[in-house]
T-cell receptor, first 110, second 115 residues
């Protein structure tokens, strides 16, 4: 029972352009949504989060949007840089349980 | 460096065997989480401990068990190993004091190969 779904296994974006990573969820009872970034041979690292009561949260080049009616969230990276090439995981948080999606591999092209 | 330490980094064993993975959380963190990442799978939540007590359980098999000790380090025990148990096992920690918003600090993982 996957509660958080990332339907795109991979995404390629030109350097300098906007990267948009998407995530859908099935259960509305979450406190926070989060995005994590993972490089090979490393553990995931926290990137940005959004409270379930907000629509948008911004941190530098990273913005997360939450559309509660569509049960959808997205991560925008502007402008995309070579170091952004990684696997991005969407996750939901409720009652100390954090459920992750399968991840989207982002390739930033030169 | 997240401050979370996992040992061993790599482990190769045979089917039917038992292994123990160890995790030391960040200094001051009371919560420890275990996740499994298999090929083409996301991070599957296994179990969470807070200050020595089990707090949340995910898709953890009965052959697997975990505990958190008084010094807050945690161990994940995997027994009667099967080929399908081959995966990367991550430990993560957080403060877990109620103000926490979902940010976890992950170790580098323990890669288990079952032959």
């Amino acid at each position: 029972d996957q509660q958080v779904k990332q339907n795109s296994p991979s995404l390629s974006v030109q350097e300098g352009r906007i990267s948009i990573l998407n995530c859908d969820y099935t259960n509305s009872m979450f406190d926070y949504f989060l995005w994590y970034k993972k490089y090979p041979a490393e553990g995931p690292t926290f990137l940005i989060s959004i409270s379930s009561i907000k629509d948008k949260n911004e941190d530098g080049r990273f913005t997360v949007f939450l559309n509660k009616s569509a049960k959808h969230l997205s991560l925008h990276i502007v402008p995309s840089q070579p170091g952004d090439s990684a696997v991005y995981f969407c996750a939901s948080h409720r009652d100390d349980k954090i459920i992750f999606g399968k991840g989207t591999r982002l390739h930033i092209l030169p | 460096d997240s401050g979370v330490t996992q040992t061993p980094k790599h482990l190769i064993t045979a089917t039917g065997q038992r292994v123990t993975l160890r995790c030391s959380p960040r200094s001051g963190d009371l919560s420890v989480y275990w996740y499994q990442q298999s090929l083409d799978q996301g991070l599957q939540f296994l179990i969470q401990y807070y200050n020595g007590e089990e707090r949340a359980k995910g898709n953890i098999l009965e052959r697997f068990s975990a505990q958190q000790f008084p010094d807050l380090h945690s161990e994940l025990n995997l027994s009667s190993l099967e080929l399908g148990d081959s995966a990367l096992y991550f430990c993560a920690s957080s403060v877990g004091d109620g103000t926490y918003t979902g940010e976890l600090f992950f170790g580098e993982g323990s890669r288990l190969t079952v032959l």
